[in-house]
């Protein structure tokens, strides 16, 4: 994993703040209960929004964050790896995507889907992950080697 600056820290934080379920129950409107478990919040819960009384517990908070940097750190190695980016073998693009991967749980994630075929993601099949830029923010995703360079080819 990478190593964060407090700057990056931040980024991720922002990150983090604006993407909690939809559906919060009063409890978590209310900063009472973790916004993604809804465990009664203790001393440890980390504050999401200046905002609002919104809060997540350390254990919910760290799953996010671990799923950020896997995410972030699996990406930079594909936009930094020829291999990957022709959809050969490369094993530290595989090795850091079972990583990321093992965090889904941790973020309360669901298993991920290509964005191109909307199919899961298996384990034996080539995968990328990628940024689109929506009109509000930066959308992380996925997507089967094949249907993302289908993609780009057809441009």
Same mark, same amino acid.
């Given at each position: 994993?990478?190593?964060?600056?407090?700057?990056?820290?931040?980024?991720?934080?922002?990150?983090?703040?604006?993407?909690?379920?939809?559906?919060?129950?009063?409890?978590?409107?209310?900063?009472?209960a973790c916004?993604?478990?809804?465990?009664?919040?203790?001393?440890?819960?980390?504050? *999401?929004? +200046?905002? %609002?009384?919104? =809060?997540?517990?350390?254990?919910?908070?760290? #799953?996010?964050?671990?799923? @950020?940097?896997?995410?972030?750190?699996?990406?930079?190695?594909?936009?930094?790896?020829?291999?990957?980016?022709?959809?050969?073998?490369?094993h530290v693009?595989?090795?850091?995507?079972?990583?990321? *991967?093992? +965090?889904? %749980?941790?973020? =309360?994630?669901?298993?991920?889907?290509?964005? #191109?075929?909307?199919?899961? @993601?298996?384990?034996?099949?080539?995968?990328?992950?990628?940024?689109?830029?929506?009109?509000?923010?930066?959308?992380?995703?996925y997507g089967?080697?094949?249907?993302?360079?289908?993609?780009?080819?057809?441009?």
């Amino acid at each position: 994993m990478s190593a964060l600056v407090a700057e990056e820290l931040e980024r991720l934080h922002q990150l983090i703040a604006w993407s909690f379920p939809p559906g919060l129950s009063p409890e978590s409107v209310a900063g009472e209960a973790c916004v993604w478990c809804d465990v009664p919040c203790d001393d440890t819960a980390v504050d *999401l929004s +200046t905002l %609002g009384p919104l =809060r997540a517990c350390a254990t919910c908070y760290a #799953g996010q964050l671990v799923w @950020l940097v896997s995410w972030y750190d699996w990406n930079g190695h594909v936009d930094a790896c020829t291999p990957c980016q022709q959809g050969r073998v490369c094993h530290v693009g595989r090795g850091r995507r079972v990583l990321h *991967l093992l +965090t889904t %749980g941790l973020a =309360r994630k669901q298993p991920p889907l290509c964005t #191109g075929c909307q199919g899961p @993601l298996h384990d034996d099949e080539p995968a990328l992950p990628f940024v689109w830029t929506g009109q509000s923010s930066e959308h992380l995703g996925y997507g089967h080697t094949r249907c993302l360079l289908r993609r780009a080819t057809s441009r």
